[in-house]
């Protein structure tokens, strides 16, 4: 079992930046660094969708991030970070990281354990 927390959402006017956290706590037996981590969004109507993870050894990003999207890890904190950049209206959505212990990383479907999100708001 993994419990996940994301921190770090708020408002920021367009152009501007954030930095969400995701602080896992994992399961006996297993080091977080055992997990792929994903960041997803998701906003009212459409379905959720992976922007960003990072594997055990590889970063992905889908098109319309990559350049404007970082995601990292901290195994020693147990923490994976979504740095976001040059941030834009359509970004807006809840944000939830979630983990996986195998493959395939990018993926929308096959993550195990979810965050309870955190709501990004860009105003234009």
């Known amino acids: 079992q993994v419990q996940l927390v994301e921190s770090g959402g708020g408002l920021v006017q367009a152009g501007g930046s954030l930095r969400l956290s995701c602080a896992a706590s994992?399961?006996?037996?297993?080091?977080?660094?055992?997990?792929?981590v994903g960041w997803f969004r998701q906003t009212p109507g459409k379905e959720r969708e992976i922007v960003a993870a990072i594997s055990w050894s590889a970063t992905y990003y889908r098109d319309s991030v990559k350049g404007r999207f970082t995601i990292s890890r901290d195994n020693s904190k147990n923490t994976v970070y979504l740095q976001m950049n040059s941030l834009k209206p359509e970004d807006t959505a809840v944000y939830y990281c979630?983990?996986?212990?195998?493959?395939?990383?990018?993926?929308?479907?096959?993550?195990?354990?979810w965050g309870q999100g955190t709501q990004v708001t860009v105003s234009s």
């Open positions: 994992a399961a006996s037996g297993r080091t977080f660094n055992s997990y792929a």
């Open positions: 979630a983990a996986r212990a195998s493959a395939p990383v990018w993926s929308n479907h096959g993550y195990s354990y």
